[in-house]
């Protein structure tokens, strides 16, 4: 029975990462325009390069795919070892890590180290958070777009929605409807998405963050 548990929790992990390491957004991106997405805008793979590089159908597909790898991997979890709350947050940060940090996408630094690239995560995120709890997608969903559009930075949306799962499990949780294991998964997320928007963070501080929306028509108007 242990060795039957240790075996499906690889199998959840590595799944898991090599499912979220698949890069929908270089792929799309590529195969819409023929443009390699890493060398636009932040260089990263995710939803917002993606509506720079080739507009707002590719933007939405990449999200939507992005969004499945994190719902998927609970699903995975759930499937291979079912009610083990652990391997269900376990699985999507693993998803997130390879969607962060893509084996997929290897290469060398200037200084010839190996690097890999991808995108902040803020999408398959908010999957583990729809596949943990599937009706969170009816609070998370229209509180993303708000903050997006509402605010108009896409880290700004990456970083706060998050802190809204940790309100709605932590709330669930103290009714009895969710372990509180599933409030550990959306501080975790957090903190990996902070750690990959530290370019983000500092160009906020600073005042020369990229905005989306009425932000980025407003920014290219002042700058002409």
Request: hydrophobic residues 50%; contains cysteine.
């Amino acid at each position: 029975m242990k060795i039957l548990l240790i075996t499906n929790t690889l199998v959840t992990f590595f799944g898991s990462y090599i499912l979220g390491a698949i890069p929908f957004g270089l792929l799309l991106v590529r195969w819409k325009t023929g443009q390699d997405v890493r060398l636009i805008g932040s260089g990263r793979t995710g939803t917002t390069n993606a509506l720079r590089a080739a507009g707002p159908a590719i933007a939405i597909l990449t999200l939507l795919l992005d969004v499945f790898k994190g719902a998927s991997a609970v699903w995975l979890a759930h499937w291979l070892t079912p009610d083990n709350a652990w391997l269900e947050i376990l699985a999507p940060l693993a998803a997130i890590l390879g969607h962060n940090y893509s084996i997929f996408l290897t290469e060398r630094d200037e200084d010839g180290r190996l690097r890999l690239r991808g995108g902040a995560g803020g999408a398959p995120a908010l999957g583990g958070a729809l596949g943990l709890w599937p009706t969170s997608f009816l609070i998370l969903i229209p509180i993303s777009i708000l903050i997006y559009f509402g605010v108009g930075y896409a880290s700004v949306t990456t970083m706060t929605v998050p802190l809204i799962a940790i309100i709605l499990f932590a709330v669930r949780a103290w009714q009895g409807y969710s372990p509180w294991v599933y409030v550990l998964y959306c501080l975790i997320v957090e903190a990996l998405l902070l750690w990959a928007l530290r370019p983000n963070i500092r160009n906020l501080l600073d005042g020369t963050e990229r905005g989306v929306g009425w932000r980025a028509k407003r920014k290219g108007a002042g700058s002409k």
